[in-house]
């Protein structure tokens, strides 16, 4: 029998696992005024499974983009989109910023900030939560 011993986190893995946590406490004061757009469900429930309380927009939610849009800029004056960063996402992400402009960009550091620190090792908003507790130890929230 082969005994797997796991490597501890590196000292970049628990700086990463800092910084990630600094951005999401970060969304998370904003968000209790501001509503972040994810695409789907799962990213949702990682969101607030990370302890975000404000309103969190699912894209997916049966209207096409154009009403999707047309609904946000009726209902907010600001908001964080925070979608995928697969290819999927990235087109999701320029058609939203387009139909979107002048609500979103005050917080688009958010999104490019989270793709640099998951690097290569994930690349959706759902994995966040277990990237966490593989980069850092725990991913439990602080509120």
Known sequence: MIKVQRNAPSTNDIERALRLREVIEAIYEVNKRIPVIVE???DALALKGLGLVGEIITLHSG???Y???E???ERFHKVIILLDW???GE???KILSRHLRGLWE?????REIIKILCQKDINDIEGIPKLLC???GNETTWH
Do not use: I, Q, T
């Not at 005050?106 to 958010?110: L, N």
């Open 134 to 136: 593989r980069l850092g």
């Open 63 to 65: 209207k096409s983009l």
């Open 106 to 110: 005050e917080f688009s550091a958010f």
């Open 91 to 93: 087109s999701l992400n």
């Open 67 to 69: 009403d999707f849009c």
């Open 71 to 73: 609904n946000v800029s």
């Open 86 to 88: 697969d290819e999927k």
């Open 40 to 42: 789907g469900k799962r």
